[in-house]
């Protein structure tokens, strides 16, 4: 008995729409199709070869694998739709932060808009500089004759040594770079003032400048002068384009952090007549 035409097209129509070409991309091929789908390809192909003069084998692909195992992303080119308030206040204080500090080294290079008075802005930076301030110190200790003089000495020595040290390992773990992304000098490599935070500068003289508010007896004018002295040293950096506000703020963190670690392990008299005397090759253990 004929089969009826309509229902012929109808059931071909229904095949045709079944193909995964017209499913729904949202919806996850059935194991058991795409197993059919695979056999029903594998068989096309064994008909063909077998059609075939020559021995051809396709190459395997991985259009399966591919299917079931979709590629990832990386972390960094995907989006977090969900942010923390914590990590959006955090993200937005480092944009100003960047903002403001690029905005604010004008004596970064000759070109900028306080070009003129970069030599004058790197001086004073100078005056913050460990190699300068250790130099100084050894020049003090060699001339001073009092022993109370020397034991201050002494102990601004090891403090200086403390902050390069500290500082030089946090740049070292953290490296962050500059604002202006400028490679660092001789005397900042021979420092270890390689990266941006924190500000070396500005830690080494906010530590000084306390010490020496808290063992010389100074007039009002030079201590209000000591202390404005600190700021523009930290300040300094960030005009030239070193440091950001950031940088500076930790570094006077760090700085008075470091006085205070000096203050509770100072060093007598009598031990730092010791390390003079190590110093000088003139220690008798036995005297």
């Known amino acids: 008995m004929p ?22 991309l949202n919806q996850p091929l059935r194991a058991g199709f795409s197993e059919a789908r695979g056999t029903s390809r594998r068989g096309g192909h064994t008909k063909s070869q077998q059609g ?16 079931k195992e979709p590629a990832k992303l990386p972390e960094e080119d995907c989006m977090q739709l969900n942010p923390s308030f914590r990590g959006i206040a955090m993200n937005s204080l480092l944009a100003i932060d960047i903002c403001l500090s690029k905005k604010l080294g004008v004596c970064a290079y000759t070109s900028s808009p306080w070009g003129s008075v970069r030599s004058m802005v790197t001086l004073l930076a100078l005056t913050g500089h ?21 034991e201050v000495l002494v102990n601004l020595l090891l403090a200086l040594i403390l902050d390069v040290m500290t500082v030089a390992g946090v740049q070292k773990l953290v490296k962050r770079k500059g604002p202006w992304e400028m490679s660092p000098g001789f005397l900042d490599c021979v420092a270890m003032d390689v990266y941006s935070f924190p500000g070396a500068h500005a830690s080494r003289a906010a530590m000084v400048s306390k010490f020496l508010l808290a063992h010389l007896v100074l ?9 404005l002295w600190a700021f523009l040293v930290g300040l300094s950096r960030v005009l030239l384009g070193r440091h950001h506000l950031t940088d500076m703020a930790c570094g006077f963190a760090l700085g008075l952090l470091h006085f205070s670690l000096v203050e509770t392990v100072w060093l007598s008299s009598s031990a730092c007549q010791t390390i003079i005397s190590i110093g000088t090759l003139s220690w008798s253990p036995f005297s």
Do not use: H, M
């Open 52 to 67: 075939q003069p020559w021995d051809y084998q396709p190459e395997p692909t991985d259009t399966a694998k591919d299917r």
């Open 3 to 24: 089969s009826n035409p309509t229902r012929a097209r109808a059931r071909d129509r229904g095949n045709l729409l079944g193909r995964p070409e017209f499913l729904s």
């Open 130 to 150: 460990g190699i300068t301030w250790i130099f100084g110190t050894l020049v003090c200790l060699t001339r001073s004759n009092t022993l109370a003089g020397q």
């Open 219 to 227: 007039a009002v004018p030079l201590r209000v002068l000591l202390v």
